[in-house]
């Protein structure tokens, strides 16, 4: 089967939220020592998900326009783009102000002033499809893209369970050829 069309989750796949959150919390040191595989962000931090999120909502959409991109950015739209046609398929936070903030972030990456192709909402498996691929790093989005009949690659952060994969965009690319 041809890959149709790759959804691309933007947050811990393209940009460093988990960089940008524990810089917020002043606990950038933990981004070393992650425990393998825990997703539970606020729970690793210490607090409840009120706390970890008042400080994000407190700063409006900039907190979400203004952290950095991965290093394997480009590399890894480039593999997508000589892959199939993507989208960026992000979810956003409880402030109306990250999805505005979202854009901003994806017009400068991107340097396209007008870029358009982009999905925001939290319910991803809606675009469920057998010839497109979701690329994410939450298990709970993976599992419910392939449950509505799509394809989809876990990318590897040490928040999942592919924690002990390093060179990200070889698995992705690996995993894309198994798929095509």
């Given at each position: 089967?041809?890959?149709?069309?790759?959804?691309?989750?933007?947050?811990?796949?393209?940009?460093?939220?988990?960089?940008?959150?524990?810089?917020?919390?002043?606990q950038?040191?933990?981004?070393?020592?992650?425990?393998?595989?825990?997703?539970?962000?606020?729970?690793?931090?210490?607090?409840?998900?009120?706390?970890?999120?008042?400080?994000?909502?407190?700063?409006?959409?900039?907190?979400?326009?203004?952290?950095?991109?991965?290093?394997?950015l480009?590399?890894?739209?480039?593999?997508?783009?000589?892959?199939?046609?993507?989208?960026i398929?992000?979810?956003?936070?409880?402030?109306?102000?990250?999805?505005?903030?979202?854009?901003?972030?994806?017009?400068?990456?991107?340097?396209?002033?007008?870029?358009?192709?982009?999905?925001?909402?939290?319910?991803?498996?809606?675009?469920?499809?057998?010839?497109?691929?979701?690329?994410?790093?939450?298990?709970?989005?993976?599992?419910?893209?392939?449950?509505?009949?799509?394809?989809?690659?876990?990318?590897?952060?040490?928040?999942?369970?592919?924690?002990?994969?390093?060179?990200?965009?070889?698995?992705?690319?690996?995993?894309?050829?198994?798929?095509?």
């Amino acid at each position: 089967m041809a890959v149709r069309h790759i959804l691309l989750d933007m947050d811990g796949v393209i940009a460093d939220f988990m960089g940008a959150i524990l810089e917020l919390h002043g606990q950038r040191e933990l981004a070393d020592k992650w425990p393998d595989g825990e997703a539970d962000y606020a729970g690793v931090l210490g607090m409840t998900k009120d706390e970890f999120w008042k400080p994000v909502d407190g700063l409006g959409g900039r907190f979400w326009a203004e952290f950095p991109p991965y290093p394997w950015l480009n590399e890894l739209l480039t593999l997508l783009r000589e892959t199939a046609p993507f989208t960026i398929s992000t979810s956003p936070s409880r402030s109306a102000a990250c999805a505005s903030a979202k854009v901003e972030w994806l017009r400068e990456h991107f340097q396209e002033p007008l870029y358009m192709d982009f999905m925001i909402g939290t319910q991803k498996y809606l675009l469920a499809k057998p010839d497109v691929v979701l690329i994410d790093d939450q298990h709970k989005n993976i599992d419910q893209f392939r449950k509505h009949g799509g394809q989809a690659i876990l990318f590897p952060q040490p928040w999942n369970s592919n924690f002990a994969i390093t060179d990200r965009i070889g698995y992705v690319r690996s995993e894309l050829e198994k798929l095509v």
